[in-house]
């Protein structure tokens, strides 16, 4: 079955350095979905990419898409003791499939 | 307004007994979910609903339960409760089946 991994479960980094996610996927997907998790809190969805090598931006945040739609990617610029949480890719393979989440990464950050 | 609702928040219950989680979606959407989430994080996609019809069933014992009375409600009765079971469990709901996730806060569950 089409399994999602997601390197690297942890990370601890000094406020202001930078820090990224990677995703990877066992098939190509149709789309690829970010959410953030708050420590006691409840995953909440941050941005979708369909097309392949898709580049979105928040703010401070950088989502990219692979150009294989294998491999995703989000990237925090300076670091914010508000990032800290669980972040999660999720993808599916073909629209309209139930989503594969990631087993996540959790972002420390330290003040 | 809270787009999707589950109660409770935390259930603490012993070894052997039955309850039940709610959730309602206030989005119009036709798909509702249960999410297991374990003490690593990890969200396992526990059933699936779409239009008050079962889409997926993934391999969770079947002391849990959905009922879905209508497109708004999903429920999630659990029987015989084992410490195992412990977790936060999530409701979500989305337009259609791999459309984004809405979460609801979840339902903390302590078996002991």
């Known amino acids: 079955g089409q399994q999602v991994m997601q390197i690297p479960q942890y990370q601890h980094v000094q406020e202001g350095e930078d820090f990224t996610t990677y995703c990877n996927s066992s098939?190509?997907?149709?789309?690829i979905q970010w959410y953030k998790q708050r420590p006691g809190g409840h995953p909440v969805f941050l941005i979708q990419l369909v097309k392949s090598g898709e580049v979105k931006k928040q703010k401070r945040l950088t989502f990219q898409f692979g150009e294989a739609k294998k491999n995703s990617s989000l990237h925090i610029t300076a670091t914010q003791t508000t990032d800290v949480g669980t972040y999660f890719c999720a993808g599916n393979k073909n629209a309209g499939n139930m989503l594969t989440f990631g087993g996540g990464t959790r972002l420390m950050v330290k003040p | 307004d809270t787009a999707v609702s589950q109660t409770p928040k935390y259930l603490v219950t012993q070894m052997g007994n039955d309850k039940s989680i709610k959730c309602e979606q206030n989005?119009?959407?036709?798909?509702m979910y249960w999410y297991k989430q374990d003490s690593k994080k990890f969200l396992k996609i526990m059933f699936s609903y779409n239009n008050k019809e079962l889409i997926i069933n993934e391999t969770v014992p079947n002391r849990f339960s959905p009922k879905s009375p209508d497109k708004a409600h999903l429920n999630l009765h659990i029987n015989s409760l084992e410490l195992g079971d412990s977790a936060v469990y999530f409701c979500?709901?989305?337009?259609?089946?791999?459309?984004?996730?809405?979460f609801g806060n979840g339902t903390r569950l302590t078996v002991t």
């Open positions: 098939t190509t997907l149709s789309n």
């Open positions: 979500a709901s989305s337009q259609v089946e791999g459309s984004p996730l809405h």
């Open positions: 989005l119009g959407h036709d798909t």
